[in-house]
């Protein structure tokens, strides 16, 4: 086994969690990783209906933006529907690091790798 199987954490929340509750607990999981205190984690979850607006999202882009909460998105795309039974994967890794095949701090190969095993 490589460290990376050793090290990583898989969590499954069965209730969903709230988007600002989750961004809260990524970015503490994320602090305790980059200081060696916390293991990288894999976290599925599911979050209550609500969008999540990417850097490309307009409000033209919704039928109707008052009819669910919505949180902007540190991500590229434009809307992101969330809803009931819609499992999420959050990835937190320490990047500065080699995961197997892919070299540390290559994103391109890390976003490929895992969109490999995904499909």
Same mark, same amino acid.
């Given at each position: 086994?490589?460290?990376?199987?050793?090290?990583?954490?898989?969590?499954?929340?069965?209730?969903?969690?709230?988007?600002?509750?989750?961004?809260?607990?990524?970015?503490?999981?994320?602090?305790?990783?980059?200081?060696?205190?916390?293991?990288?984690?894999?976290?599925?979850?599911?979050?209550?209906?609500?969008?999540?607006?990417? =850097?490309?999202?307009? $409000?033209?882009?919704? #039928?109707?933006?008052?009819? !669910?909460?919505?949180? +902007? &998105?540190?991500?590229?795309?434009?809307? =992101?529907?969330?809803? $009931?039974?819609?499992? #999420?994967?959050?990835?937190? !890794?320490?990047?500065? +690091? &080699?995961?197997?095949?892919?070299?540390?701090?290559?994103?391109?190969?890390?976003?490929?790798?895992?969109?490999?095993? !995904?499909?």
């Amino acid at each position: 086994m490589d460290a990376t199987a050793a090290t990583l954490e898989w969590q499954i929340s069965d209730a969903p969690i709230g988007y600002e509750e989750s961004l809260a607990a990524m970015q503490t999981r994320v602090s305790g990783i980059r200081a060696g205190t916390d293991s990288e984690q894999v976290w599925l979850l599911e979050h209550p209906p609500l969008y999540t607006a990417g =850097t490309s999202a307009t $409000p033209e882009g919704l #039928v109707d933006a008052n009819a !669910l909460p919505i949180f +902007r &998105a540190g991500r590229g795309g434009q809307w =992101t529907y969330h809803g $009931p039974g819609q499992r #999420v994967g959050y990835v937190m !890794l320490d990047l500065d +690091r &080699a995961h197997g095949s892919v070299r540390a701090r290559d994103i391109r190969a890390y976003v490929e790798g895992l969109e490999e095993w !995904l499909i």
